[in-house]
């Protein structure tokens, strides 16, 4: 006889032949609850406990009707292979508040997606019937992407950016004039990927088949036709950072001491 109830009963016959007559009188008083108790515990000693040890690499005969472990039992769960365009491109996210950090991270994540080769068709995003549909397809991801990362960086842009200048935000002249010349150079990073956005929109629009991929091919027409124009998006940004630019480099032109960061002026002791 063997297995794991047979090796629960042992430990326990082993404690009642310890028991001489006195002790088994005693035992009898003990209310049956508490008897239970008391013989879980004891059973859930480490001396007393089934232990199951899994192998789970275990190796049955590799010309055998059996399997391997941990081919039914994975120890890995969620395993996930980063490879394909379309995975780092699965990565992209934007919550509702949002900061720099996951920006660039997005920015990292597709510009590294552009890099990679496509999933088998079969998998792809969408439907893809035909060559010529797998060929639109692939052309409206390079768009698609190369939308997000312009997007993301004009996001970065518009931290550094701002909307309004008035009289009082140049007590802060040193600063905007460093944050302003962020912003033009965000704004300027984004500008080629508008322009490959537009030419692979233009290669997609070849074919005239509709995909199932939605609000891309709404972009992909409007991009053609002119409807969507962020060329003339950033232009403006930058033709009104110009402007506000300018109006900070006339302040410290006129009171050239301010060009300091604000804590050094906070410290500077004033002349009697």
């Known amino acids: 006889m063997d297995g794991p109830a047979f090796r629960l009963i042992i430990p326990s016959l082993t ?11 005693e035992v009898r008083r003990i209310p049956f609850f508490h008897l239970l108790v008391i013989l879980v515990i004891g059973f859930s000693h480490p001396n007393y406990a089934w232990e199951t040890d899994i192998d789970y690499n275990y190796e049955y005969e590799k ?13 890995k769960l969620h395993k996930w292979d980063i490879k394909f365009l379309e995975d780092y491109y699965e990565l992209y996210n934007l919550k509702q508040h949002y900061n720099e950090n996951e920006l660039r991270k997005n920015i990292y994540f597709l510009k590294i997606a552009l ?3 496509f999933r088998h068709p079969k998998h792809a995003l969408c439907e ?20 997000g990362i312009m997007r993301s960086y004009m996001r970065i842009a518009s931290k550094f950016d701002k909307r309004h200048l ?5 007590d802060f002249a040193h600063e905007l ?5 962020i912003a033009e150079g965000f704004y300027k990073e984004a500008i080629p990927y508008w322009k490959k956005a537009q030419e692979y929109a233009d290669r997609a629009n070849e074919v005239p088949i509709d995909l199932d991929l939605g609000t891309i091919e709404t972009e992909r027409y409007e991009i053609v036709t002119g ?4 060329g003339y998006i950033i232009q403006n940004h930058l033709l009104r950072l110009e402007g506000k630019q300018k109006l900070v480099n006339e302040y410290l032109q006129k009171y050239p001491e301010a060009d300091k960061p604000v804590l050094d002026l906070a410290d500077r002791v004033p002349s009697p």
């Open 166 to 170: 008035y009289f009082y935000n140049l």
């Open 227 to 230: 409807k969507l124009d962020f």
């Open 63 to 75: 010309n055998g009707p059996y399997t391997k472990f941990s081919d039914w039992v994975p120890y």
């Open 115 to 117: 890099t990679k080769r």
């Open 177 to 181: 004039k460093n944050s302003f010349g």
């Open 128 to 147: 893809t019937k035909t060559e010529e549909g797998y060929y639109k397809y692939r052309n409206l991801m390079f768009m698609h992407i190369n939308l």
């Open 15 to 25: 404690l009642i032949e310890k028991l001489d007559s006195s002790d088994i009188e």
